[in-house]
């Protein structure tokens, strides 16, 4: 995590980064040490001297993608290997902001930040017969983008608000995903060269200021290359600021019937 804070190239203090991967997490550099109990968040050991990197880790996020693809696209799946993503980036682009009323809840293996519950489970909400699997595959990715703006609401409470977000990891490959952050983030997210290996390049980064070969992390953090920069679209940002208040809703009406389940039924 110290490695990927550093390649996001979110180095000086209240720069934040995005991470999605098989999970998500999300971080800052503080000088300050900080921990948010309540919301499951707090500030480890970081890279970079005399600093800490609060962060918080939310438990599935690319792999409720994965769940699609091999489960509603597995033909498309098998016949196309990782070629897949850039077809389930596609379907999901064709769907209107907020997948027509359809809304998925990320929590497929409990969850940590910003709640810590390890009984609530996740699923697709106001179903109808009007939705086909492209409305099933951005409704995924919206869920996921509502799961970390609660989790990032809370992370800027703490250390300060953001006027812009670095985008790194696998799902920063799909570019409607980062215009989905954007828009519910209500945040200028700009998205990494090489997001995938930015945990091999944050080690790089490293190596090259304890060598001297670069004088401290943001002189090297100025090599790191934006590719792209999503800005919210303003009638994208209204759809999902109305939907992500009943995205919370959905966990306040879920957590006791799933937390029932999970201990006394299915165990």
């Known amino acids: 995590m110290a490695a990927v804070a550093v390649g996001s190239a979110a180095v000086k203090e209240r720069e934040y980064f995005?991470?999605?991967?098989?999970?998500?997490?999300?971080?800052?550099?503080?000088?300050?040490?900080?921990?948010?109990?309540?919301?499951?968040m707090g500030s480890i050991c970081s890279a970079i001297p005399d600093m800490?990197?609060?962060?918080?880790?939310?438990?599935?996020?690319?792999?409720?993608?994965?769940?699609?693809?091999n489960e509603v696209y597995k033909s498309s799946a098998e016949e196309l290997g990782e070629k897949v993503y850039d077809l389930l980036d596609e379907a999901a682009g064709k769907i209107p902001a907020g997948s027509e009323g359809l809304m998925f809840t990320p929590w497929l293996s409990g969850e940590k930040t910003p709640m810590d519950d390890d009984t609530i489970r996740g699923g697709f909400h106001n179903l109808s017969l009007e939705h086909n699997r492209d409305h099933m595959v951005r409704a995924v990715m919206e869920g996921v983008a509502f799961n970390i703006r609660w989790a990032f609401r809370c992370m800027e409470k703490k250390i300060g608000t953001a006027n812009?977000?670095?985008f790194v990891g696998g799902g920063a490959l799909r570019e409607t995903w980062g215009q989905i952050i954007a828009d519910v983030l209500n945040r200028e997210v700009r998205q990494l060269i090489n997001?995938?290996?930015v945990g091999v390049r944050g080690a790089a980064m490293i190596a090259t200021v304890g060598l001297g070969i670069h004088k401290d992390f943001p002189t090297a953090a100025k090599l790191v290359k934006v590719t792209k920069v999503y800005k919210p679209k303003p009638e994208n940002v209204t759809t999902y600021d109305k939907l992500f208040a009943q995205f919370e809703k959905l966990y306040e009406c879920h957590k006791k019937i799933c937390k029932y389940i999970n201990e006394k039924i299915h165990k």
Request: charged share 25%; net charge negative.
């Open 195 to 197: 997001p995938r290996e």
């Open 18 to 40: 995005i991470y999605i991967g098989t999970s998500d997490f999300m971080g800052t550099h503080t000088k300050h040490r900080k921990v948010d109990i309540s919301h499951y």
């Open 52 to 69: 800490y990197l609060y962060t918080g880790e939310q438990e599935t996020a690319g792999t409720c993608l994965d769940w699609v693809k």
């Open 164 to 166: 812009w977000v670095n």
